[in-house]
């Protein structure tokens, strides 16, 4: 496809704080396997947008750990693939997609690339665009920057020429533009502007409530269906795990359990991540918990989200809410006379 | 390039004792355990190992397993130097000829093993389930100054003359070896992994090649010509677990092993890990309805109905009302609401009607086959 994606994974979140830590939100885990950059990486490679720049913020090393050079999605190819092109100023704040100033750093990734439309995307926003539709749309109506939303709500996706964007990238800082977002939502400008209306899944996840209630939502099998099409599948990065082992007590029901965990006790209304445990006589109610935690006998946790490498002991009971989950941070531990 | 060690994995068995299973696969390549194939286990093995030149022999139905194995990537096999070939049967200048036994098949693919020039050539079979640290056993070999090593595990007397047996000293030097014995003198049964100095099984195969008597295999001709010659033959005590696959039963069996986490293989040991090529799929999900225990299920899977002592591959369907219990459900089968299952092996892809209950021995493990859900599907319409 005539089209390459610049792939802002450096907006920040402020809401999302106790899971970014030690990542970007584009490296946060989502839906037990995946990490939600896997959503708009599958998203492209799956309309056959064949380069791909990401341009993230720090802390970085979760999120190269995690897309190394794009074998997962078939992108480490000789010609054109996945570029990692990290801000060389640190300190710059992203409040809005398609920051300039990071663009402007990668210049060179335009001129290397062959494509004649640039998609600008988000990380926080999970969909199951098809980015050709996008571009026929955005060639039929003719305009010079397209927006893709969903009954009014905005995807902060964007589609552009190459030539308009090499401009932009020119001029920004003396027409004091910060993003390409920010351009868009500027009342007065020089260019015509259209919207593709998208009809799919959406999802967007930029607050530790809003990332809640979207996990949760997922367990409504319609809401499911919309975000996994077996003929658009989301691809994330291989791990090996074996299947999941369920113990001759394990009581699991609506729930989504990913590869390498090991299930005793019983879990209701929750989201098992890759290779958790948990142990026999503990009860999971409406949980998030993420890879490698380790959950022990006899607990009882409602609403809580941990992240990963979570220890909890024997006995432990936390209770959050559906407005307030309790967040565990990653590495946490919590033994029983931690009760909170 | 030098290589101390070459492994070669013999793949082109049929498995004819697995039925449909391997109609139209290798026996290597069949599903096992809810997400391998039986033939990531020699290969995890030898990554795990840090043998990094593999040679696969197919020949029975190789396509698939052509594919599966690719540029080996999922076992770090894509390497520049060595990493693995797959070595089909082939055409030269004097025709063409299939190979005829697992010496001869060696024997075919000198050439390729010269390449290397290694001192030792690792020989394994793609099918067993086992974990096993080549490089102890190759120890083994060296310390023994040995010509040839044979991994060897313990079975259960009264099974003993199902196996090719060793017949040692107390050292563990290789006095006889009999195939499949009536009155067993030893309970150490071959599991098929040899470990020879290349230069040695040179000379032996080509002697082997010349007989026009010989069937051209390693454990009914080559093996006892060397123990005749006065080749020195060690055996290797392996401990843990091992399984050939080679029946229904036994297939059944291996993956209902898996369930208990005491006595079959740990497929959770980071340090040595089994890898796999790994479909892309969404995570297994658990509906109001369903449940599961005591069971092993890989992503994909929609679990609607009840569960128990299964193992189901990726991408199963069960509906809401369905009963499985000790079954082997093979990738993207559907089972029917209502659906009754007992010890029942399901081929990948089976659509298993609503109401679908099978007439058996209880206690019979039966591989389902298209004909009888065609034929019960005509008794109750």
Sequence with gaps: MNVMAVVDAGVDLAGLEDLTLYRTEASIPFAGRYRLVDFVLSNLVNSEVKAI???????????????????????????????????????????????????????????RSSQSYVAVTNCFTICQLDYSDMLASHLRSGADITEAVKGGQKLRTYLLSKELMMKLLRDFKEKKILSVEDLVRMKKTEYHYSEYEYTGYVGVIDSVQSYFRESMALLDEQRWGTLFLPERPIMTKVKDEPPTQYLADAEVTESFLANGSTVEGAVSCSIIGRAVKIGSGSRLEHCIIMQKSEIAESCKLSYVIADKDVVIGPGVELHGTAEHPIVLRKGQHIMKEEKR | MKREVVAMLLAGGQGSRLKSLTYDIAKPALPFGGKYRIIDFPLSNCTNSGIQTVGVLTQYQPHRLHHYIGLGTPWDLDQRNGGVTMLPPFAEVRGMRWYEGTANAIYQNIAYLNRYDPELVLVLSGDHIYKMNY?????????????????????????????????????????????????????????????????????????DNENSEST??????????????????????????????????????????????????????????????????????????????????????????????????????????AELSECVVMSNVQVGKGAQLHRVIVPPGFHVPDGFRIEKAQEEVMLLTEQQIEEWEGSVS
């Design chain 2, 216 to 321: 051209h295999d390693f454990g009914k001709d080559v093996i006892p010509l060397m123990l005749e010659d006065g080749a020195k033959m060690v055996a290797y005590p392996y401990k843990g677990y091992w399984k050939d696959v080679g029946t229904v039963d036994s297939y059944w069996e291996a993956n209902m092993d898996l369930l208990d986490s005491t006595q079959g293989l740990n497929l959770h040991d980071d340090a040595w890990r089994i890898y796999s090529s790994n479909p892309q799929l969404p995570p297994q999900t658990v509906t109001k309805t369903g449940e599961i225990k005591e069971s092993l299920a890989n992503e994909g899977c929609v679990i609607g109905g009840s569960v128990k002592r299964s193992v189901l591959f990726q991408s199963v369907r069960i509906s809401e009302g």
């Design chain 1, 53 to 111: 720049g990401i341009f993230p913020s720090h802390p970085l090393g979760s999120l190269l750990d995690h897309i190394g050079k794009g074998k997962s999605w078939d992108l480490d190819r000789k010609k054109d693939g996945l570029f990692f092109l990290p801000p060389m100023e640190r300190n710059r704040s992203r409040y809005s997609v398609g920051n300039f100033g990071a663009i402007a750093e990668h210049e060179d990734f335009f001129a």
């Design chain 2, 135 to 207: 490089q102890l056993m190759i120890d083994h070999h060296k310390d023994n100054g040995a010509d040839v090593t044979i991994s060897v595990i313990e079975v259960p007397w009264e099974e003993a003359s199902r196996f090719g047996i060793m017949n040692t000293d107390e050292s563990f030097v290789v006095r006889e070896f009999v195939e499949k014995p009536e009155v067993p003198e030893s309970n150490l049964a071959s599991m098929g992994v040899y470990v020879f100095n290349w230069q040695k099984l040179k000379q032996y195969l080509q002697q």
